[in-house]
């Protein structure tokens, strides 16, 4: 957190706020320092030299497994500006042979056909397919040249709601008006601010990708392997023998209550939708609400209640309710709610239902569709191995609860950033 608080700080400390940016030719936050207005040009203004790309003849073995790299859309991942790892490489022959070119170090490979958007600085010569187009010799500071077109064609590919933009043309792309900043200096300042804050978030994409990566490894070691009765790694001064057991058994899966629609309120108690369990494994969106009704045991949920989507977009998703123990929520129907029996200890049950070796056995039984859905009946017989010990079943629990902490907070964390990000790409340029 506290890189992000620098990142955010050391900009707002040597920016200010443009008030006459509606009327002027200038971006409505900029470093101190510069004030002059920025000047319009085309975007193939910016270079000199612009090169096509092509595939060589797949066939053609002398032509593959070259010292060049040769980048396709697919090495591009969306949002990455830098730091390609092109997967494939040709021959100098393959070059001759194809209507692929050798583009200079320092370029910028843009994507105009399959993947449109994309782009990347490339400090190292490559070739490309013949979905790009690249920017070679550029006249303005080449970080600043790339977030610039950058936030220029994600800007008008997010401008044209529900319409497939398959492609563009070199002439559709060169035309384009963008505004640049004349002096070099404003330029470089921009550039690296901008390198430097993709720094943080890919910092930050890599600690969340390795808790991701030993969440995945601890649920194989802690968890029996099929047809086994002991994991490979446990807490000391446990021996017992596992046992194999449904979740029908220790957690049922309880289903909700229809609401009609027709009667729900601006207030009232919150009713937990399929809509409301979200991609992410959370609970949020907006709520639709009910007069509250006597007698309501079977479709309150408690506090901290596991509950999955069983049917609609996010059907299998499972989330955890924090409501705090004094609010009351009601469960609608299509949603279940595994149910707390005290024979499993509850914090295992969440490990379980929110990891792999639940979405192994929920992908077998799945009913595909335009609505995906799935049957409490389904999801009670399927089958886990669990330890029999309470304090073992609790230490394992805490143990995935702490790590789920650290996962979370990690993705705030880079979340923050790629929202700083985008404020800034908003209003630092035009």
Known sequence: MNLICKAWLSFSSCCGVNKMADRLKVPELRFKGFDGEWEEKRLGDVAEEYYGGGTPRTSAADYWNGNIPWIQSSDIPE?????IEPRKGISEQGIKSSATKLVPENSIAIVTRVGVGKLAFMPYKYS?????LSLSKLKIDSWFATYLIWKKIQSELHSVQGTSIKGITKEELLSKAIMVAPPEKEQSQIGTFFQNLDSLIT????????????????LHKMFPKEGADLPEIRFKG???KWERRTLGEVTPLRGGFAFRSNEFTNDGIPIVKIS?????GTIGGEFDRYTEIEDDESFSLPDNAIVLAMSGATTGKVAVLTKGVNLKVYQNQRVGYFKNTGKIDYSLISTIVRSDLFTVQLNSVL?????PNVSSKDIDLFEFTFPTNKTEQSQIGTFFQKLDSLITLQQRELDKLKNIKK???EKMFI
Not at 367 to 371: H, K, L, M, P, S
């Open 423 to 425: 404020a800034c790409l």
């Open 128 to 132: 490309t397919s013949q979905d790009f």
């Open 367 to 371: 009913v595909a569709g335009a609505q």
């Open 276 to 280: 409301n369990i979200l991609s992410n």
């Open 203 to 218: 910092l930050h994409q890599r600690k969340y990708d390795k808790l991701m990566v030993v969440k995945k490894a601890m």
């Open 238 to 240: 446990f021996t017992e």
């Open 79 to 83: 949002g990455q500006l830098s730091n």
